[in-house]
């Protein structure tokens, strides 16, 4: 059986019926590694019933 998978760019209104999208967008929190890197915190909203997990996403130049 062959199946085709349609490619289409994703926004987070389209993806919305599987979860939320996790992206860099905006400005980074912190900038690290001498300017060349965009640290940016708790970008993920993340439901335990007890602590806290952070997830953090970095946009860097090579």
Known sequence: ????VEIRPMDAAAFAPFGD???TSGE???IINQ?????????AKL????GHAGVRLFKAAP
């Open 47 to 50: 439901d335990f019933s007890d």
């Open 21 to 23: 999208v996790i992206d």
């Open 1 to 4: 059986m062959t199946r085709t």
């Open 35 to 43: 300017g060349l890197c965009g640290r940016f915190h708790d970008r």
């Open 28 to 30: 980074a929190d912190k």
